[in-house]
């Protein structure tokens, strides 16, 4: 039974280019949840997905992201036009009735 | 709003020392606690979780954590630590265990452990 599987590990982009996240939730989980942990900091809410809705996007920047989970395939976490301010590790999450399970993140670096 | 304050930001144990890692929350209702672990370079691994019930929790890894309402704290504890243990501790208050409940996050407490 594998947890949350996030890919890329790591992910580098140029300033400008799109980046992509990827987590496939664990087997049966129809909620998605996308964090953000910038540097020496915490984790910060983005957006709370279930399959084919956007639930909760209050966390989410309003320009140059996106995010969906579609009724087949991965969630899918999107950044449009990189800048150095969106380095960071994303973090990913699902959940069923309750009690999350965290996947191992992806760590985006802007150059 | 729902707010987590953990006041240290790194810590430094002898192995075999106790730890305590404090918490401070804000939140309007009968909150939810958490307690995770993020070893370098990895996700974050559930400790133990406060709901209701008894206030003194057991978690995983030989960790508890006390709930102390009047205090506004869920401060974590371990009597004696491992060299293993020296990781990032984040402390998370939400508004429940089912679906959509969004965890609002502390900063975090990085543990050294010292042989």
């Known amino acids: 039974n594998a947890g949350v599987m996030q890919n890329p590990r790591h992910l580098v982009r140029r300033r400008g280019q799109e980046a992509r996240l990827r987590c496939s939730p664990v087997k049966g989980h129809s909620h998605v949840y996308w964090y953000r942990q910038l540097p020496e900091e915490g984790l910060k809410f983005m957006v709370y997905?279930?399959?084919?809705?956007?639930?909760?996007e209050s966390g989410m920047p309003k320009e140059r992201f996106s995010a969906e989970f579609p009724k087949e395939g991965p969630s899918i976490l999107r950044i449009q036009q990189v800048v150095r301010g969106d380095s960071a590790a994303y973090f990913c999450?699902?959940?069923?009735?309750?009690?999350?399970?965290f996947g191992s993140g992806t760590r985006l670096t802007v150059v | 709003a729902q707010s987590v304050t953990q006041p240290d930001i790194h810590i430094t144990v002898s192995e075999g020392a106790s730890l305590e890692l404090r918490c401070n929350y804000s939140?309007?209702?009968?909150?939810?606690l958490f307690w995770y672990v993020q070893s370098p370079g990895q996700g974050l691994q559930l400790l133990l979780k406060y709901f209701s019930g008894d206030t003194l929790v057991q978690g995983i890894k030989g960790f508890e954590a006390e709930f102390k309402r009047s205090q506004s704290s869920f401060n974590l504890r371990k009597p004696s630590v491992h060299w293993s243990d020296a990781a990032e501790y984040f402390c998370?208050?939400?508004?429940?265990?089912?679906?959509?409940?969004?965890?609002?996050f502390g900063g975090g407490t990085r543990v050294l452990v010292k042989p």
């Open positions: 939140y309007g209702a009968t909150p939810y």
């Open positions: 999450a699902s959940s069923l009735f309750g009690g999350y399970t």
């Open positions: 997905l279930q399959k084919e809705n956007i639930i909760d």
């Open positions: 998370a208050v939400g508004s429940g265990e089912a679906a959509g409940n969004k965890l609002t």
